[in-house]
């Protein structure tokens, strides 16, 4: 029986940024209908709830990766069949973010398998950042732990968001991490918010926690302050050499809950419907968007792995009568502090 007293419920947002564990632990326990009708409510007072973000993911330098997080097959010591390439050139990079405007994306991101930049390639995605930016891209990287001073550089480039992973329960991080700890996740998150960087934070479900460990992922998230501006919520895509490989699946209204969480708990931010798609089916990505979903990566690849193809992801969006956003910068998805709300 999973019914909780509804008063520990009650608001439909909080007031405030705090988010106590119990409360987001009791909205995952709901009953379903419940949980998306308010997730839903929710949406469309902060949102158009006929919109979706098309964002386009890019390696910009894939495998050889010093870390060992146990989902990522882009970790040099699994034998995942990812071989190490050097860093993209300029030019392919901006055909690639080309070819993302044209399909209709709004926002690129460049990912890199690193466990933080050097210095000598931090210029190199300055120099990717400033030309993506100046062809009316939004533009993300996803580079690692960043040192001092790197956030600053990356704001003066032109960057608009940070995606640094919180991944995972603080109390479970070690299980699947052990080459860094949630303190560096944290700190990084600190410096680009310091930088005046959006910040790109949200996690991986499916990775054998329990429903309380995902409400514990959701609470680090919510009570960021502010919480980030954009969310994503990545299905775990279980690859062959990884040690998650194997693992058993999670049921798929468990991601559906944990989506529709994320956007009672944060309101304003865009919550992406990340990594997993291609594995889901059209029935369960249309529940994420009545949850509230309104991003999604949008490409034939995320990193190293599949991604629906763009032609679907089209004919999707039309059966359930959404809409790509247009460009431009989120007007809405700017978060202030709690108290300035
Ligand atoms: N190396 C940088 C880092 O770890 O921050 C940036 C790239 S890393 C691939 C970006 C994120 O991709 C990870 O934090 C993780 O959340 C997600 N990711 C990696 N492998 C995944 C998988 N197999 N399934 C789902 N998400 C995955
Ligand atoms: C995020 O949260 N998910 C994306 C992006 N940020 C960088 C990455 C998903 C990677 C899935 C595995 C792969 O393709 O290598
Ligand atoms: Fe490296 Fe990032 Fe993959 Fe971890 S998630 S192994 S840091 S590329």
Not at 101 to 128: N, Q, S, Y
Not at 208 to 213: D, K, M, N, T, V
Not at 222 to 239: I, K
Request: charged residues 25%; proline residues 6%; contains cysteine.
């Amino acid at each position: 029986m999973h019914f909780q007293p509804q008063a520990a419920v009650q608001p439909l947002t909080m007031p405030d940024a705090v988010w106590p564990l119990e409360a987001i632990a009791a909205l995952f326990d709901l009953p379903f209908n419940d949980l998306l009708f308010r997730a839903q409510q929710v949406h469309r007072e902060n949102f158009d709830a006929g919109e979706v973000e098309l964002a386009t993911l890019l390696s910009i330098k894939t495998g050889g990766c010093p870390e060992d997080c146990g989902y990522c097959p882009q970790a040099a010591r699994y034998d995942t069949g990812v071989t190490a390439q050097k860093m993209l050139p300029l030019e392919e990079v901006l055909a690639a973010a080309a070819q993302a405007k044209a399909h209709g994306a709004t926002r690129f991101c460049m990912g890199a398998a690193w466990r933080e930049p050097k210095d000598r390639d931090l210029e190199k995605v300055e120099e990717m950042v400033r030309e993506v930016k100046a062809m009316g891209l939004e533009t993300c990287a996803t580079l690692g732990m960043l040192g001092e001073g790197q956030a600053d550089r990356l704001k003066l480039a032109g960057l608009d968001y940070y995606n640094h992973n919180l991944d995972t329960a603080p109390e479970i991080y070690g299980d699947i991490i052990s080459t860094r700890d949630y303190q560096h996740r944290l700190d990084t998150l600190s410096s680009v918010r310091d930088a005046g960087i959006k910040v790109c934070c949200g996690g991986i479900v499916g990775m054998g926690e329990s429903r309380l460990q995902r409400a514990g992922l959701i609470a680090q998230l919510a009570n960021l302050d502010p919480y980030p501006e954009s969310v994503p919520v990545n299905h775990l895509v279980q690859v062959e050499g990884t040690p998650l490989h194997g693992i058993d699946a999670l049921d798929p209204l468990e991601f559906v809950r944990t989506v529709a969480v994320a956007r009672i708990t944060m309101p304003k931010a865009r919550v992406r419907m990340s990594a997993g798609r291609r594995e889901m089916g059209e029935a369960v990505q249309a529940l994420c968007f009545l949850a509230g979903a309104n991003s999604i990566f949008y490409g034939d690849k995320l990193l190293t792995t599949g991604n629906p193809e763009v032609d679907d992801d089209r004919v999707l969006l039309d059966k359930l009568g959404l809409r790509p956003r247009a460009s431009g910068i989120d007007a809405r998805c700017s978060i202030e502090a709690p108290g300035q709300a």
